[in-house]
């Protein structure tokens, strides 16, 4: 978002929880249920499931992102407390409780003449609804798009990406949010994103050992991604979101080709963004991690890896997708 008015108003945010914390924790986590015993739930905002799962539903709080996982994927579960509402807005799918929202929609690229202006206008018509709601401010967004390392340099489809958010970001996005983009391979040119809002603005949170991404050099492309490293929610309980992680140290990726290296740079920088975000406690039970990989082949040696420096205690939702960066082979996101 170089060279245009709308400025994160954080850099890096070193501080405690913030005073106008409000909200009841919002409840993530993976289960395995059948679709419908969630959705029958009153207090449930969204349920979605990974890869060609039998599970579907016109549901409005349900959605399915196109990645597959290491056999059979648990459901993630948003739970609110409260009763949630729910319906859908033209192209836009919603649910809500008042205090947080979630919202959903899918961009056909070839009515928009390309993956940036879908781009575009996803994050446009996203922001308007956000903006005609109770729940304007946004925590956490996700983006899965077709082949997203096709083409090259500045013509790569991840910079395109880029530009077309970066033009559909307004007023909307005081902060940029905690997100995630990635790569799905089945050849649908359709942008998935969808959402976390709250009634109450988060909290951005930058990384002491990575470039925030909206800073990152012209090499990345015209458009710098606009994210943030984490967000902490507004809630009376401290949880973070964190964005997709890599091993990108300062701007640069380290370890091209070596992934148990790369993962240890990622929880290098997992840890430095708890301590960033004034986190007491270490991952655990309480941190539901998705983790993205590149090669299908590489999945179970990440879990592996994970499970022997994170322990069993970590909810993990390993799923095949691909990083914005060619050389980079897995990504961490999560709650905590
Ligand atoms: C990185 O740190 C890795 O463009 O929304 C991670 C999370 C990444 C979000 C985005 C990109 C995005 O730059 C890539």
Not at 81 to 86: E, S
Not at 183 to 212: K, T
């Amino acid at each position: 978002m170089r060279g245009m008015t709308i400025l994160p108003a954080h850099t890096v945010e070193t501080s405690t929880p913030a005073a106008s914390a409000s909200l009841a924790p919002l409840h993530v986590e993976y289960v395995r249920a059948a679709t419908a015993d969630l959705l029958a739930q009153a207090n449930t905002l969204a349920v979605i499931g990974f890869g060609d799962t039998a599970q579907t539903s016109d549901d409005p709080r349900w959605l399915r992102v196109r990645l597959d996982a290491d056999g059979a994927a648990p459901l993630e579960v948003w739970r609110a407390a409260g009763p949630v509402t729910r319906g859908r807005d033209g192209d836009v799918a919603w649910a809500s409780n008042g205090d947080y929202a979630f919202v959903a929609l899918e961009v056909d690229e070839a009515t928009h003449g390309g993956i940036a202006d879908a781009a575009r206008h996803a994050y446009s018509t996203l922001a308007q609804w956000l903006r005609r709601s109770a729940t304007a401010h946004f925590l956490r967004i996700w983006n899965y798009l077709d082949a997203i390392n096709d083409g090259e340099g500045d013509a790569e489809r991840y910079r395109l990406f880029c530009a077309g958010r970066a033009v559909g970001m307004d007023s909307a996005f005081v902060d940029y949010p905690a997100a995630t983009a990635i790569g799905v391979r089945d050849g649908r040119r359709v942008l998935q994103v969808y959402a976390l809002a709250a009634r109450v603005p988060g909290h951005a949170v930058e990384n002491p050992r990575q470039l925030n991404a909206w800073r990152y050099p012209r090499q990345y492309g015209p458009s710098a991604p606009g994210f943030a490293r984490a967000m902490r929610a507004p809630s009376s309980s401290p949880q973070l979101y964190i964005s997709g992680t890599a091993a990108i140290v300062g701007h640069t990726s380290h370890h091209p080709e070596d992934l148990a290296a790369q993962l240890n740079e990622t929880l290098a920088n997992l840890d430095s963004l708890l301590g960033a975000a004034g986190s007491t406690s270490s991952l655990g039970a309480m941190s539901p991690l998705k983790v993205y990989v590149r090669h299908a082949s590489d999945v179970q040696i990440v879990r592996e890896l994970l499970c022997a420096r994170l322990g069993d205690e970590v909810p993990l939702l390993l799923l095949q997708g691909d990083v914005c960066r060619r050389e980079l082979l897995l990504e961490i996101e999560g709650v905590h």
